[in-house]
Nanobody, 123 residues
Framework: QVQLVESGGGLVQAGGSLRLSCAAS????????LGWFRQAPGKEREFVAA????????DYADSLKGRFTISRGFAKNTVYLQMSSLKPEDAAVYYC????????????????WGRGTQVTVSS
């Protein structure tokens, strides 16, 4: 069974940093992109960042460029999201996703989703 397991969420003060991790099961090919979306209460799930199968190409939501960094682990089925200068509006459930069949920022293009990890930012 395909699984994506996120970790690293928690409570952080505004201005702080947090690193999220996601491990994908072996049944997700290492030749596919991995990404992150987030969803705050009452809002739609929004694209955060994505990285290509070999780590050579990354894409970010415009509003997050410069603060968030996505990277692929040495084991290609892992992906990280380093978040810095966090703001209260960054608080959300962050979802790991895998195997995009189209545009990374398109929610519908992704085939697999994790259960999410909560990020809370205190002001």
């Amino acid at each position: 069974q395909v699984q994506l397991v996120e970790s690293g969420g928690g409570l952080v003060q505004a201005g702080g940093s947090l690193r999220l991790s996601c491990a994908a099961s072996d049944r997700i090919s290492s030749n596919y992109a991995l990404g992150w979306f987030r969803q705050a209460p009452g809002k739609e799930r929004e694209f955060v960042a994505a990285v290509s199968w070999n780590g050579g190409t990354t894409d970010y939501a415009d509003s997050l460029k410069g603060r968030f960094t996505i990277s692929r682990g040495f084991a290609k089925n892992t992906v990280y999201l380093q978040m810095s200068s966090l703001k209260p509006e960054d608080a959300a459930v962050y979802y790991c996703t895998a195997e995009s069949s189209g545009r990374y920022s398109d929610y519908a293009s992704w085939g697999y989703w994790g259960r999410g990890t909560q990020v809370t930012v205190s002001s």
